[in-house]
T-cell receptor, first 108, second 115 residues
Framework: GNSVTQMEGPVTLSEEAFLTINCTYT??????LFWYVQYPGEGLQLLLK?????DKGSNKGFEATYRKETTSFHLEKGSVQVSDSAVYFC???????FGTGTSLTVIP | NAGVTQTPKFRVLKTGQSMTLLCAQD?????MYWYRQDPGMGLRLIHY???????AKGEVPDGYNVSRLKKQNFLLGLESAAPSQTSVYFC??????????????FGPGTRLTVL
């Protein structure tokens, strides 16, 4: 069946540190992959997506590459800011399947 | 555009009471979804709809019913609330699900507590 596994948090980083949040998936066929972000007290919003293997999604300095050979879609950012503090969700095609979310706190 | 709105924002129920959560979208989206968010569980799909007059079960449908009488509205009902239904409920919509590539747009959530 379909599933998404995300690294557990919480993650705490200093401002300007490098961020990686791991996401791996199990799916039949060739799913699309998504990262959503949830800021405190708000609903989820799309951060980036990739619809086929080797695609790279990017937005607001975040990047993720669709790796079919490792069934992964890890989220990265070279230099995090305090404003990046949020919960990040990896999601699978159809968005019926979400990871458990990774809470990120960036301290000045 | 208001996007996706949810009513109410907060609600406290006693066990056995019923209530309806309303989701409305003004983007002319075909697909609508109801999720619940629980600590350590992420988002889990309760029910979804692929168009007006249609509904389908998601991962955790038990104890909930839904209706999509109008394209812009998707209602989630709890007939007899239980403490296990204490959660944050999110509604979402998407234009359509073309091969699973379409982005979902989420409402701000409803925090429900069942005592």
């Amino acid at each position: 069946g379909n599933s998404v596994t995300q690294m557990e948090g919480p993650v705490t980083l200093s401002e300007e540190a490098f961020l990686t949040i791991n996401c791996t998936y199990t799916a039949t066929g060739y799913p699309s992959l998504f990262w959503y972000v949830q800021y405190p007290g708000e609903g989820l919003q799309l951060l980036l997506k990739a619809t086929k293997a080797d695609d790279k999604g990017s937005n607001k300095g975040f990047e993720a590459t669709y790796r079919k050979e490792t069934t992964s879609f890890h989220l990265e950012k070279g230099s995090v800011q305090v404003s990046d503090s949020a919960v990040y969700f990896c999601a699978l095609s159809n968005q019926f399947y979400f990871g458990t979310g990774t809470s990120l706190t960036v301290i000045p | 555009n208001a996007g996706v709105t949810q009513t109410p924002k907060f609600r406290v129920l006693k066990t056995g009471q019923s209530m309806t959560l309303l989701c409305a979208q003004d983007m002319n989206h075909e697909y609508m979804y109801w999720y619940r968010q629980d600590p350590g569980m992420g988002l889990r799909l309760i029910h979804y709809s692929v168009g007006e007059g249609t509904t389908a079960k998601g991962e955790v449908p038990d104890g909930y019913n839904v209706s999509r009488l109008k394209k812009q509205n998707f209602l989630l009902g709890l007939e007899s609330a239980a403490p296990s239904q204490t959660s944050v409920y999110f509604c979402a919509s998407s234009y359509r699900n073309r091969g699973g590539t379409d982005t979902q747009y989420f409402g701000p959530g409803t925090r429900l507590t069942v005592l």
